[in-house]
Structures are given as C-alpha cells and as structure tokens.
C-alpha cells in the first residue's frame, strides 16, 4: 500500500511539473510548435521503458485496437493542442482546475458506455467538481495580470482548459481499453506517436512553424516531456503493486499541486471564489478517484 501511495504522490508531483514546464515552453515556443516537439520526445522516450515495465493481458484484436486506437489519438490531439494554448494563455492557478473536470467526463463515458457504476462518494466528487468549474468560470474574469491583457484573451484561456478536459475525458477510458493489449506506458507511447501523424499534415497545409526549438528553449521542451511521461510511469509502477483505488485519489492530487506552485511561486492572485472552486476542484477530482 505504501509503495502505491508513494507512486501516486510522484505522478501528482510530475504532473504538476509537467503543466509548469508545459506553460513556459508554450510561451516560448508558441503552443504548437512546443507541443508537437514535447510529446514527440515524451513519446519516444516512453517506447523502451513500455517494453520493460509494461504487463500486457491480451492478445492483439487489430479491429478493436484500430478503433480505440484512432479514438484515443483524436481525443488526445483535442486534449494536448487545446492545453498548450490554455496554458499560453491562462494562468496556471485558472485553467487546471478546470482541465481537472475531465475526471467528470471520463466517469460519465465509464457510466454510459462501458457499463460501471457510480458510488455516492463518486457522485458527490462529481457534484464538487461541477459547482467548482463554474465558480472558476463565473468569478475568473475579474482581475488578471500581465498575461491577461483582456477579458477575450482570459475567456480564450478557460474555453481552451474546457475543450482541454473533454479530451482527456475521452481519452483516459479509451487508453484502458487499449492497455491489455499494449501495456499502460504502451498505450500512451502509440497514441503520442501517432498524434504526430494527425499533427505534421495539419502543420503543413496551415504553415505552422514546427522548427525544432532553438538550444535555449529545448531544456523546457524536453523537461515539458519527460515530467508528462514520468507521470504515466509512476501510476504504471503503483498499479502493478497496489490496488488502483489506493493509487489513484494520490495522483489526482496533481492539480491541487500545481495551484499552490502557482501561489507560491508565480504570486497568482486570482479572485477568492475563484480559488474556492478550484479547491472544491482538487477535493472533488480525489472523491472521484476513491
């Protein structure tokens, strides 16, 4: 139990680095061509630690597996464009929580499509993180600083952490469903590498500039890349050892986490109400999780 308590923490702690590192390459680079670059080095990095660390289950359906695999690489190509540009454009302290409703989404589609049931412990996280999200939506448009010139450019920022969260709550139950054939850290390794397929073309026919970063901003690509991927080792390592309901509420904590770095050390001053919907965020994203 220690051990998967342990794991968990370090996924949070990752996590939360990674959205730190993920903000400032984005700034740097410009959220796509930082994007396309970090997940293309997390990805990669993460192909050989999936053939170490990884407990496949199944055999290979192609069928299956293509469909949950192009479910899962569209999902994550919604999920990833739209947290770079929330994250160039928002404050840290505003648009996590907000991505952190995915948790609501993913038990949604868990309920609706793949059969689960929902506890009341569950339902109430759920309710928490619904009334959370709207205080941040409601009360974040007061207030702002040098990166929030405008109230567009903060609505741009939340819209973005939205579309950033129906992402990834489509994506986390389609990757399950495609770890007893490739592994856990090999399901997130396929889907990364094969956004790359979805993204280049687009790149290509909008001009976007996916130069490699210049050898000032690569160590916050790459720190961007290595802390997204850390995150999916460590929940890897916990699970094979401890129950997941042990594992999970710990790295839920990620968003809770990056909050107060973003108080403590980038001195974000949002609006009281909006930081008590983002801690009914955090506490309803680890109810769900439990």
Request: positive net charge; aromatic residues 8%.
């Amino acid at each position: 139990m220690g051990f998967g308590i342990v794991m968990g923490l370090l996924a949070s702690a990752s996590w939360a680095c990674a959205n730190v590192f993920i903000q400032r390459a984005s700034r740097a680079l410009g959220p796509f061509r930082a994007l396309v670059w970090a997940l293309f080095s997390g990805g990669l990095a993460l192909l050989p630690l999936a053939l170490v660390l990884d407990h496949r289950t199944a055999p290979l359906a192609v069928g299956s597996l293509a469909g949950w695999l192009i479910v899962a690489a569209l999902a994550a190509v919604l999920a990833y464009t739209s947290m770079f540009f929330a994250f160039e454009r928002g404050r840290l302290s505003v648009v996590v929580p907000v991505m952190s409703s995915w948790s609501v989404i993913a038990t949604a589609i868990s309920l609706g499509v793949l059969g689960e049931t929902l506890r009341r412990g569950q339902l109430a996280g759920a309710a928490a993180v619904v009334v959370g999200v709207v205080m941040i939506a409601r009360f974040a448009q007061r207030g702002g600083g040098p990166a929030e010139k405008s109230t567009a450019r903060r609505s741009s920022a939340l819209g973005t952490a939205a579309l950033t969260a129906l992402g990834f709550g489509v994506l986390i139950p389609a990757m399950d469903r495609l770890a007893p054939a490739l592994g856990h850290l090999g399901a997130v390794s396929a889907v990364l590498l094969m956004d790359l397929v979805l993204w280049l073309p687009v790149a290509a026919v909008a001009r976007l500039d996916v130069r490699p970063p210049s050898r000032r901003a690569w160590p916050l690509v790459l720190a961007a890349g290595a802390f997204e991927t850390l995150g999916f080792v460590w929940i890897s390592l916990g699970i094979a050892r401890a129950p997941v309901a042990v594992v999970s509420p710990f790295a839920g904590l990620s968003s809770a986490f990056t909050v107060l770095y973003a108080w403590a050390v980038l001195g974000e001053r949002p609006p009281r109400a909006v930081l008590a919907g983002a801690a009914l965020v955090c506490a309803g994203v680890v109810t769900l999780s439990l």
